[in-house]
Each structure stands twice: as structure tokens, then as C-alpha cells.
């Protein structure tokens, strides 16, 4: 009687509870989406672990970014006149209408400096080191050109604030075609993908992308000497930096 208009229906859960696979239910299928392809989009939540250093993530982006030649290098240029230069004492006597007593004459300041466009493999094969990547991104925040690019079978932009809630939007699979033609497509200098090495590349891609001269570095998670050599992107990388994040 309290309860009032409020109604309770049944509800059926479909799904395995245990861990274990349910035949016939095809989104708990790998084979239903075939091998590297992936199935529909799906977003989830990718849970940080705690932070143990960025696993050499500064020193692959930082590589990238020293050998961008599309990159606006950190530099100085010279602030031309004389500038008046306050201290906290002048302050006061600028706000009462008096004169201030030091100058400097000409200085020098920082350019920024334009980040690097990093693609970052969220595919199903990478689940158990995405955590210690998201935590390794978002230490380098400032290294990187935002948006970042989530990429399965498709290139999905990643907000600084999607990164530290731990967002990751896939279909499962992986395709490096679309990681390549959206590159080119953006006419980026270089860019940095970061994958586990496992998936697919046409040759024409390739090829386009060998032509138009745009630089990739490479970081390969979890990756030995022989998903160095097996992985399609080696053969077009300028560097290849392998990153035990196990």
C-alpha cells in the first residue's frame, strides 16, 4: 500500500556472471565480429592504477616531438623597447598615479610548444595495459596535442578530461588503415601511435603514407622482437621504442 503507483516487473539478465563465455549470445563471442575487426562501438571505463612512473613514455614522446619537423620548436625571441618592470612596492605607486623607478631593456620569451599527435590502440588485446597507459598520458599531459586519438577499427578524439575519467570508446578489433588516412587527412607532420603491434594494414595505406612523408614513432606496448618485426607500422616507423608496461 505504500508503494503506492509504483510497479515492480521482472527483469531477465542475459550474460555469462561467471567469467566464463554463454554460446549463442553474440556480443560474448570473439569469432561473431571476426578476427581484428571488431564489433559495434562500445565505451567503458578504463580504471588507473596507482601511478609507478610513466614506463618510458617521456622519453618516446619527447623523441617524436625533438624530430617533428612540422613541430614549432621551444625557442626565444627577443622582446624588443624598453618595458617597465614593477615590483610589489611599484604596484602602489602605479595605482596612485606615480611613476615607476626600474626598466629592464630588451628580454627574451618561450614559444609554446606544439604537442604531439599521439593515437592510442584501445582495442580489446591492449585491455591490460591500458590502465598503466592512461596513467602514463596523463602524467605527460603537456606533451601532447589534444584531442587524443582513441583508435580501434575506427579514430575516435579523446578529451583531456574523457583521459583522466578513464573513458575508452571500441569496437574490439584493430585496423591500422584508419589510424593512417586520418593522419594524412589532417596533413600532421609526425605522429605517435601507440599499439601492442597487432592488427592490419593494406599495402596501399602504406604506401600512401611512405609518400607523403609524414613521420611515425612507434611505441610498442608489451612488445619483444617479435611483434617488432611483425607489426605493419615497423617498416614505416622513424623509431621504435618498446615499453614493458606488464
Known sequence: AAAGALRFEDVVLLGSHDGSWVEGIPW???????????????EDRVIPGPPIGDGGFAMALRRALEHDPSRRTLQTIPVTGVLCSPGRSDLAFLAAGQPVS???GPQTQALD????????????SVDAALPMLYNGLNVLGEL???????F????????????VRGVRRTTGGTRFAPVLEHALARRFG???????????????????????????NLVLV????????TCPLTALARSVTCLNVA
Open 28 to 42: 560474448e563471442s570473439i569469432e561473431s565480429s571476426g578476427a581484428g575487426e571488431g564489433g559495434n562501438l562500445k
Open 102 to 104: 626600474l626598466y629592464h
Open 113 to 124: 610548444a606544439q604537442g604531439a599527435h599521439v593515437y592510442l590502440d584501445v582495442s580489446r
Open 144 to 150: 601532447i596535442a589534444f584531442p587524443l586519438h582513441q
Open 152 to 163: 580501434s577499427t575506427e579514430v575516435l578524439d579523446c578529451s583531456l578530461e574523457d583521459l
Open 190 to 216: 609526425q605522429i605517435v601511435v601507440i599499439t601492442d603491434g597487432i592488427g592490419r594494414l593494406p599495402s596501399g595505406i602504406a604506401d600512401a603514407f611512405a609518400r607523403a612523408g609524414t613521420g611515425l
Open 222 to 229: 608489451g612488445g619483444g622482437p617479435r611483434e617488432r618485426r
